[in-house]
């Protein structure tokens, strides 16, 4: 049966809250599973058709707002020589959109909205994010909380700063989640060396064939690629491609779900170990059972004596002191018993913490259940006391008690 991303995160999460509350996994394992992303660009919208979203990326001062001033034909997003400039993200999209759902916890504050009326444009939100590099933290939370509802990334570096360590990390991490353009803006101090010099760094890290557009965005710009940028997102702005995008997605994710269980999964050993706990416990029941019998036969005749010559107290008074059936010994041996259980237990790398917790009642509960079970057996021995041929025995010899004097008697 094939379950939705969502379905399926949500009983993971079950499973994580009930495994955690029982023992079998750590609280932090169990929070990595029940704060599963569940953030999609689908969600920033109610069901039907959306548009795609593509998003500017990269560190300070490379050109992100200029190229999305460009796009737009005016100064939407505000750009300039002081370092982080933008510490908002800017929307630019068809007045016809609306996000339905913005993202949690973003500050309204953060966000500034440019709106166009070209129909051509109407499918797509175009956005400039601030830098992710800078010392600013709050750009990066910023940056963090946006990614999950980006489709495209629009990844821009310029002639200086394409080799940037911070940049490059992200990369690595967020490489497989969305689709990837890549932009080398300031193109006019660029040389072809540093293209190809990217173009390889960028293989590296496991884009095999990545598109690059040399843009300029500058007043006496040159021929750039930047409308062939414009093209190719303007082709990927499609139901067929925006649906392609969300599987791609949806599979992804479910892989990285499939994984983090997987990885549980390891942790509470494996189906046959468990299997063949039960006969480990009975054979270590069994020796402990031999040697509790062994320790009980001298209260057993103790108390056995007591009783015999306290017939009348029968029951109704308990063994005095010292001839306690269940005392120190039997519960240090029944301690020992579980321990060892334990240790067995971890040594076939289950987790102990839910049998810990479950022996330890049984473990305070031991004399009372044997108090009790004694209690009982003595009452049904003594509503039938000795063995069945016993019990005959004594009836046959009543019988003729009565039987053997009357045919005597008549003889
Ligand atoms: N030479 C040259 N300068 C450019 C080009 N594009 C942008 N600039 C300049 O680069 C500087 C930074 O541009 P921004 O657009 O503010 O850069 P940003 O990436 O948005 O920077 P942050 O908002 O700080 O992240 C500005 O002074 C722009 O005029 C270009 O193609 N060539
Ligand atoms: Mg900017």
Known sequence: MAYAYSELVEKAKTWAEHAAALG???????????????????????????????????????????????????????????????????????????????????????????????EAKKNIIWMD??????????????????????????????????????????????????????????????????????????HKAGFFEPIIFKTVCLDDRAHDEFCKLEETIGSLATTHVLEQLECRNQQLRKQELKQKLNSQL???????????????????????????????????????????????????????????????WAQTRFNDTLDELILNIDHQGIPIQPFKTRLAVIRDKAAKIIQSQTELAVRQALANPGNALQRVFLKTMRICEIILPLSAMAW
Not at 27 to 35: C, N, V, Y
Not at 298 to 321: F, G
Request: hydrophobic letters at 40%; glycine letters at 6%; proline letters at 5%.
């Open 24 to 118: 079998w996994i750590n609280q932090e394992t169990a929070k990595q599973l029940i704060e599963t992303d569940l953030r999609t660009p689908e969600t920033l919208f109610n069901n039907g058709a959306r548009p795609l979203i593509v998003a500017f990326l990269g560190g300070s001062g490379v050109g992100k707002s200029s190229l999305l001033n460009r796009l737009a034909g005016k100064a939407i997003a505000r750009t300039g020589i002081e370092r982080p400039t933008s510490r908002e993200v800017t929307l630019y999209h068809h007045q016809s959109v609306a996000i339905q759902n913005l993202p949690e916890q973003l500050p309204i504050t953060q966000i500034k909205i440019a709106q166009h009326e070209e």
């Open 129 to 202: 994010m601030p830098d992710f590099d800078t010392t600013e933290q709050s750009n990066k939370q910023l940056v963090l909380q946006w990614l999950p509802h980006i489709d495209v990334l629009v990844y821009v570096v310029s002639p200086e700063r394409y080799r940037d360590e911070k940049a490059w990390r992200l990369l690595l991490a967020e490489g497989a989640r969305h689709a990837w353009l890549f932009v080398l803006n300031q193109w006019d101090r660029g040389l072809i060396e540093q293209h190809d010099d990217f173009r390889q760094q960028l």
């Open 266 to 328: 390891q942790t509470l050993g494996s189906e046959q170990t468990c299997q063949q706990l039960p006969r480990l416990w009975q054979h270590q029941w069994q020796e402990a059972c031999t040697q509790l019998q062994q320790g009980f036969s001298w209260p057993l005749q103790q108390t056995a004596v007591y009783y015999a010559q306290h017939a009348a107290d029968l029951i109704t008074h308990a063994a005095p002191n010292g001839l306690t059936l269940w005392d120190d």
